[in-house]
């Protein structure tokens, strides 16, 4: 497993994300998570100034659904959303591809948006 950041400021991004799980525009990514056993798999934590929750999972729900990911599972709470997909739109996650995002309201005007994605490049 490589781990890139944690606290370390910004990082590059993921060499294998998919289509369907880039960097959201303007944000800043601050680790990556990859496993090297499970090379199509990885996480990235972003950091994404002035912009709200619900575009921001508009935004990869937009790309799952381009993919051909189906929605399995949407939720809000306040300003924090979580939403996750898949070729089979089951909650399971049992697809070769999918992906979760999590948006979580920081300081100020920063969300922290945590991407969970399988099928990378």
Same mark, same amino acid.
């Given at each position: 497993? !490589?781990?890139?950041?944690?606290?370390?400021?910004?990082? %590059?991004?993921? *060499? #294998?994300?998919? &289509? $369907?799980? &880039?960097? +959201?525009?303007?944000?800043?990514?601050? @680790?990556?998570?990859? #496993?090297?056993?499970?090379?199509?798999?990885?996480?990235?934590?972003? @950091?994404? &100034? #002035?912009?709200?929750? %619900? @575009?921001?999972?508009? $935004? +990869?729900?937009? *790309? /799952?659904?381009?993919?051909?990911?189906?929605?399995?599972?949407?939720?809000?709470? =306040?300003?924090?959303?979580?939403?996750?997909? #898949?070729?089979?739109?089951?909650?399971? /996650?049992?697809?070769?591809?999918?992906?979760?995002?999590?948006?979580?309201?920081?300081? =100020?005007?920063? @969300?922290?948006?945590?991407?969970? +994605?399988?099928?990378? !490049?």
């Amino acid at each position: 497993m !490589k781990i890139s950041g944690l606290g370390a400021g910004e990082v %590059a991004a993921p *060499r #294998n994300l998919p &289509p $369907f799980a &880039p960097v +959201y525009p303007g944000a800043k990514v601050t @680790s990556t998570v990859l #496993n090297a056993p499970e090379p199509d798999k990885g996480m990235m934590v972003l @950091s994404v &100034p #002035n912009a709200d929750g %619900a @575009s921001i999972v508009g $935004f +990869y729900k937009k *790309r /799952g659904e381009a993919a051909g990911l189906k929605l399995g599972m949407e939720t809000a709470a =306040g300003a924090a959303r979580i939403i996750a997909m #898949n070729e089979s739109g089951e909650t399971s /996650g049992d697809g070769a591809r999918g992906l979760q995002v999590t948006v979580a309201p920081g300081d =100020g005007d920063v @969300s922290t948006v945590t991407v969970i +994605y399988a099928g990378g !490049k």
